[in-house]
């Protein structure tokens, strides 16, 4: 059975902190792995990697895949209170018509 | 980017009547869609693949004759609540497939009284 597993489920920082979501999957047939930020309405894409090693940028948000150790890490740098969210990450394989296979998401608290 | 809209945003309606929700791609034609639905403070919940011109694809435990799916053109796809009740009050969210990635609509608050 094809599952994505997000370590940790919760996570509360302060202001400025640097944190680090992790995602690890077990797919059949992998496509690509995405990253969204879900706030009170819809999630907002960040990334969609599929290739190993290289990193994506966007501010102080970053992630990379290891297709070896079949996993994702997203980091934020300098924390601010409006990065508070439910992190999503998401694996979509082939032949699945695009579905995506969500994890449960990691819940980022950011206190002032 | 790529926008798909979601209409509408919120919605109260009765317990025993049916809501519809509404998911469009506004510059790029899907030939699939999702929907899915939120719980509070729960990741979201896939409920079904819609397919054009065909019948959607139902996740395990989704009733199909309660959640009506139609996909009848390639930049529309409807989801119904039918007999709805209170506990089918939920956050209720598409997304459409174009290329690689997937774009997500606003999502639907529906409340049931």
């Known amino acids: 059975e094809d599952k994505v597993v997000q370590s940790p489920l919760s996570l509360v920082v302060h202001e400025g902190d640097t944190v680090t979501l992790n995602c690890s999957y077990e797919?059949?047939?992998?496509?690509?792995l995405l990253w969204y930020k879900q706030e009170k309405k819809a999630p907002t894409f960040l990334f969609m990697l599929t290739s190993s090693g290289i990193e994506k940028k966007s501010g102080r948000l970053s992630s990379i895949l290891d297709k070896k150790e079949l996993s994702s890490i997203l980091n934020i740098t300098a924390t601010q209170t409006g990065d508070s969210a439910i992190y999503l990450c998401?694996?979509?394989?082939?032949?699945?018509?695009?579905?995506?296979?969500f994890g449960k998401g990691t819940k980022l608290s950011v206190k002032p | 980017g790529a926008v798909v809209s979601q209409h509408p945003s919120w919605v109260i309606c009765k317990s025993g009547t049916s809501v519809k929700i509404e998911c469009r791609s506004l510059d790029f034609q899907a030939t699939t869609m999702f929907w899915y639905r939120q719980f509070p403070k729960q990741s979201l919940m896939l409920m079904a693949t819609?397919?054009?011109?065909?019948?959607?694809?139902?996740e395990q435990g989704v009733e199909k004759d309660k959640f009506l799916i139609n996909h009848a053109s390639l930049t529309l796809s409807t989801l119904t609540v039918t007999s709805a009740h209170p506990e089918d009050s939920s956050f209720y969210i598409c997304?459409?497939?174009?290329?690689?990635?997937?774009?997500f609509g606003q999502g639907t608050r529906l409340t049931v009284v």
């Open positions: 797919v059949t047939n992998f496509r690509s």
């Open positions: 998401a694996v979509r394989v082939r032949g699945s018509q695009g579905n995506l296979i």
């Open positions: 819609s397919n054009e011109g065909s019948k959607a694809t139902y």
């Open positions: 997304s459409a497939i174009r290329v690689a990635e997937a774009f």
